[in-house]
């Protein structure tokens, strides 16, 4: 089980960003999949998820809700975070994990994300 984390950079305040979360030796019919990020100092927090269901139903923490928005691609194995009207304060390294059974046990190498002027 392989994860790997991709699309971070450097962004002004007000820009957007996609990060891309290629996952192997296993597929998203079985797996639900969540983004996490880390910012200097801080613990890591949970940013959203997707189950494995056929709905993908999706989960926001607050302090993204309408600005990000997860999405998967089945065929290409691939979890999607778009990030729109980013923010200094989502500056951080972002993860993607996944989950077999509720637990998130498995994860990637991480993705930085710099909002700066």
């Known amino acids: 089980v392989q994860l790997q984390a991709s699309g971070g950079g450097l962004v002004q305040p007000g820009g957007s960003l996609r990060l891309s979360c290629v996952v192997s030796?296993?597929?998203?019919?079985?797996?639900?999949i969540g983004w996490f990020r880390q910012a200097p100092g801080k613990q890591r927090e949970g940013v959203s998820c997707?189950?494995?269901?056929?709905?993908?139903?999706?989960y926001y923490a607050d302090f993204v809700k309408g600005r990000f928005t997860i999405s998967r691609d089945k065929a290409k194995n691939t979890v999607y975070l778009q990030m729109n009207s980013l923010k200094p304060e989502d500056t951080a390294v972002y993860y993607c994990?996944?989950?077999?059974?509720?637990?998130?046990?498995?994860w990637g190498q991480g993705t930085q994300v710099t909002v700066s002027s």
């Open positions: 994990a996944a989950a077999p059974r509720g637990t998130y046990d498995y």
């Open positions: 030796g296993f597929t998203l019919d079985y797996y639900a």
């Open positions: 997707i189950s494995s269901t056929s709905d993908g139903a999706t």
